[in-house]
């Protein structure tokens, strides 16, 4: 049986990708910077409205497992696309970055989900959701060998929107705790928080969850708080190992106990397209933590990883990170 | 009842666009920096094989609408898509720079074309074509009044693959011929020559073909010779009107009768991706020859759209090509 570094859970999705300015933003009331759940006739709406548009495979715990392969980790995927076109191209993607992927496709409807993502000239992301096949997920797609094989099993919070999935993530956190790995979740999305603050708490309150990893927004939204200060004071106390606050241009924190490590960001030249900076922060500090590295170089990959991937088109390295400058930097220093 | 600058006809296709070194060209046995026919069992091998890829709509003909509309053109499109997933891609990406496409799709099998576009370290791609639905392409789907209302009506040689696609552009090069409007052709592929010399020669000697857009190895191809000056004045013999012979990085040239006119190439500081540069040099020139310019301004707009759309990934303009410096200077200039 292979063993697995991550192994990553969370909302199978296509990403279609298109330039618009703050005015369409407006007309078409998108909120601008976070990620909207929309039904199927708004969908189409939006996708007639928007300008022509590039696809690619996304969704937070996909793009962090992509970007964990890319860093030379070893990893799997769970998550639900159906058996249409855009399922086949979810699919090939993440496998044929060498990732374990086998969740079961959904026959017919609903089809595999897509997100709006609109990028204006600033370079921020504004995301509209149509969870499709996602709502399908359930404890009956969670492959116990998989989770009992990877160090840690990693999961989006974006999967307490659809209805089964939570059932499926305290499944998979069970077999993972009776292997003796451990359980990371990511907040997501502010908005995420304010609709699902009290789970998120107990998760991590009851140790379903050992490491989270949070921004700015959604930490100071899970404590409902102004102040950073309380917000990582909060993590520190309700983390049962550890969590990370990523901080845009501000670095991050990696909260532990008592102790606050903070790594400064990188700086980018040119940010072309905010979409997955923390699914990719995500999955270099995931590599270095798997590595065994102290939580100082895991961080510092983080931002390596973060950072390349705003200068460019798309949540997905377009090539290998492992070679990069800033990521050999960032193993070294 | 709208007048448009340009119609182009062609095989719509979504492209598949994946990085890859050499070696992997060589052991799929892909013919680099060519287009090659394949059928669906070795599009599933293909694409089984090849890493992760970004999805756009692409098509040689579809790009040079894109392009001519990204100039400010008026521009329409015929192809065939098949009523799935990709079709209502490729119908929503060329519906929403303005493009008139309303080609009836096919229902059911076979899919929408594809195009697995593998882009090497240097820059040069190479295609592997499934034309899925665009067999099905035929005279029922020349819809007389654009091609009537159209300035000039614009194909691609890659029609004489699929069965029936050649009735239509006879028959719409016909109907245009009646109105009084002209027909342009691009010879696409070096390989297409091979396969449609004799047809490609009579289209012009007939007269059906008004202008010729070639490349250097097109243009060679065309008369069996490796000068480019026998090439030159058999183009400039054959042509009813006029041909333009595209050359990479030394530019292009026009041949009218004895003229001879040739403007250079730009330099482009980082060539990321060639897919599209001669789809966009033709959406260049046709928008300064439907506004009336000279051919030497009009090739100055070729190059600097083709020059734009090889520094990035994908052969559509990902933001309108209408307020780039370069395209500005090849107005005045």
Redesign the interface.
Known sequence: MAEYDVLTIGNAIVDIIA?CDDAFLQAEEVQKGGMTLIDAGRAEHL??R????????GGSAGNTV?GLVSLGGNGAYIGKVSN???GA?FA???R??GVKFETQPLEGFP?TARCMVLVTPDGERSMSTYLGACVELGPEDIDAEIVASAKITYFEGYLWDPPRAKEAIVAAAKIAHDNGRKVAMTLSDSFCVHRYRAEFLDLMRQGTVDITFANEAEALALYETEDLDVALNGLAADSKAFAIVTRSEKGCVVVEGDKRIAVPALTVPHVVDTTGAGDLFASGFLRGHTLGLSHEKSARLGVAAAGHIIGQ??P?P??PLEGLAEVKAAFVG
């Open positions: 330039r996708y007639g928007m300008g022509p548009a590039i696809e690619t495979s992509a249409d076109q855009l191209i090939h993607d993440i044929s970055l089809p088109i798309g997905r377009q090539s």
